[in-house]
């Protein structure tokens, strides 16, 4: 009997968890969930992209500067393996000068002619001989001499063309990387965009156009255009038309025509169709060509932008620039102060 209660006890006991389980779980699932995070406004969406954007500049001035010097290595490694061909093909034929003297030699008798000289009795002979023997030890002495100096040279062109090598795999390797981050920010980038809605995309598109006309509004302000009367010189001018031809080509990262380009590749290309070449990127048109004051710029000047001189533009008059702003926006003309300027250079 106390077994059959004891049994009974227990039944009961389980029923009542099991019953109190879905309780329990009610319970739990009732529990407050966390509040979902605040929504970006579309001026802080503007900005995100913007700075993705700039991001991929940075990284595509890395990859243009790594290809520039690619192709220089690929250049000097070919450069130094003619001169080692050359050098090979004058040994060679020195060779067989050597060759040529050592049959001489062996036709005499195997005797040198020092010793043939010893032997002769006639004074014009020994005469005529002892200026030929003179001769000979002087060419066998320059011929041994040139082909020490062409060794030499060739270990050296040996060395150089590994050094090459190692450089042009190093800018690979560079290359490699900021590409890998150039599309990391361009996907970003696009992925942001993408998530907007058809309406909101346009006034993202607005809000750009309306942040650059205030910063020119700004920069107008200062009075920068102030006196600047500066002509265009003949080659300015045959840039400042080469680029504005340009206007509605899309930007292409990397490109330098004809059917796009990127900021810089624009600049090099309208500069280049003048007859003066200027380097790639736009790093290094900011460090490498001369400066000039806002005040005294002209058509054809560059302007560089933002603390990193990540962009580009070219200067056309009236306040204004033609430029490859971005990916997914074409060469457009936009007002010189309408991004953050870091300063002007002019190619000479």
């Known amino acids: ?25 009610l ?12 929504k970006k406004t579309l001026e802080e969406v ?7 954007y700039r991001q991929a500049a940075v990284a595509t001035d890395a990859y243009n500067l790594a290809e520039e010097k690619a192709k220089e290595q690929s250049a000097e490694i070919v450069r130094v393996n003619r001169m080692l061909a050359e050098g090979r093909e004058k040994i060679d034929g020195l060779k067989v000068q050597a060759g040529a ?7 005499n008798g195997g005797l040198p002619e020092g010793m043939q000289l010893v032997l002769t009795n006639d004074p014009q002979l020994f005469l005529d001989a002892a200026g030929r023997v003179k001769e000979g030890a ?17 270990d050296v062109y040996a060395k150089e063309a590994s050094a090459h090598w190692s450089k042009l795999e190093a800018n690979r390797v560079r290359q490699a990387a900021a590409r890998k981050e150039i599309n990391t920010k361009i996907d970003a980038a696009k992925k942001l ?32 255009l102030t ?54 990127t736009s790093q290094e048109q900011w460090r490498l060509l001369p400066r000039v004051d806002v005040k005294d710029m002209r058509p054809g000047d560059l302007i560089v932008y933002f603390a990193d001189a990540s962009h580009i533009g070219m200067y056309v008059g009236d306040g204004m620039m033609v430029h490859a702003p971005r990916p997914g926006r074409n060469i457009t003309l936009a007002g010189a102060g309408s991004m953050e300027i870091l300063g002007v250079v002019r190619p000479v």
């Open 1 to 25: 009997m106390n077994r059959r209660r004891r049994a009974a006890a227990l039944t009961v006991i389980c029923a009542l968890a099991v019953l109190a389980s879905p309780a329990l779980t």
């Open 27 to 38: 319970q739990a699932s009732a529990a407050p969930l966390p509040p979902p995070p605040p």
């Open 46 to 52: 503007r900005k995100e992209i913007d700075g993705l």
């Open 101 to 107: 003297a050592a049959r001489a030699q062996y036709r």
């Open 138 to 154: 002087k060419a066998t002495k320059d011929l041994l001499a040139e082909m020490t100096r062409l060794q030499a040279s060739l």
């Open 193 to 224: 965009e993408s998530e907007l809605a058809a309406e909101e995309r346009e006034r993202l598109r607005r809000l750009e156009e309306l942040a650059q006309r205030e910063a020119q509004k700004t920069w107008l302000r200062t009075g920068a």
């Open 227 to 280: 006196g600047l009367k500066a002509e265009a010189t003949a080659e300015g001018r045959k840039a400042v038309e080469f680029a504005t031809a340009q206007i509605g080509k899309p930007y292409g990262w990397g490109d330098e025509g004809p059917d796009s380009f990127d900021c810089s590749g624009l600049t090099q290309s309208a500069w280049g169709s003048a007859g003066l070449r200027i380097p790639r």
